[in-house]
């Protein structure tokens, strides 16, 4: 049961981490004592008007395609972050590219619009594994991620920037399919048939994955918050 909660409260933080943009000042904590904002729901999105940005967008209005930008670009490079870590930036130019290329073509609501973009995304990573495997082993950084556009409070942001980097980081270490599950189920908020069909997998095993991900977490988190109460006494 305590690993339950644990799982749950874990899950809704790194929702918080990815839906800023909607509304919300949220922080994952690095250590005992961090800030943990409000929550904002999965779905808050672009909401109504969603239809009308994605027309002026495929027909080249820039502010409307700046709109999208906005809303999907944090949520992208997270995701980046945790399945090709030190290529995040550029893989995000690169789904960006074909979005644009493509977006004239598409048809369907807001989530499906998510979860299309997404699509273009993982194949992006497919791609950049297959030509990293085609290449000599080196050792590629982890950095942090981009800095949040038009922050309403520079203060917040930085430490919003740090925890989330923290909580980027902490999923990148977990097994292959456990980290993109939860990038694709929790930080981007896909639903669960979405992320199922984008991984090839079945809801229920993307329901498990995500957990055993989020159970790990939450122990790796608790046995840190261990060792720091041990440090303060």
């Known amino acids: ?12 933080r790194l ?4 839906m800023r943009r909607a509304g919300c000042s949220s922080w994952i904590p690095v250590h005992p004592g961090g800030h943990v904002g409000q929550l904002a729901p999965a779905a808050a999105m672009i909401g ?13 209005d820039e502010d409307a395609f700046g709109m999208l930008w906005y809303d999907l670009q944090p949520r992208l490079l997270r995701y980046f972050r945790v399945v090709a870590p030190g290529a995040a930036e550029d893989l995000a130019s690169e789904t ?33 594994r297959r030509r990293a495997a085609r290449k000599p082993t080196q050792d590629l950084p982890v950095s942090g991620l981009a800095e949040p556009l038009a922050p309403d409070d520079p203060a917040a942001d ?9 909580a980027i980081a902490l999923i990148a270490t977990l ?3 456990q980290a993109e599950a939860i990038a694709l189920r929790v930080v981007a908020g896909l639903e669960v048939n979405r ?4 991984m090839g997998k079945r809801p229920g095993t993307v329901r498990v994955l995500t ?22 006494v």
């Open 15 to 18: 929702t918080a981490c990815g």
């Open 48 to 60: 109504p008007t969603f239809a009308a940005v994605l027309a002026a967008a495929a027909g080249g």
């Open 158 to 166: 930085a430490v919003e920037g740090a925890s989330t980097r923290a």
């Open 195 to 198: 992320v199922a069909e984008l």
């Open 211 to 232: 957990h055993r991900g989020l159970r790990r977490l939450a122990a790796r988190l608790s046995a840190d918050s261990d060792v720091h109460a041990r440090r303060v």
């Open 96 to 128: 960006w590219l074909r979005i644009i290329r493509a977006i004239g073509r598409f048809q369907g609501n807001e989530p499906a619009f998510h979860a299309w973009v997404f699509a273009i995304a993982r194949h992006q990573v497919l791609d950049w």
């Open 175 to 177: 097994p292959a399919d």
């Open 1 to 12: 049961m305590e690993g339950a909660r644990g799982c749950d409260a874990l899950s809704a």
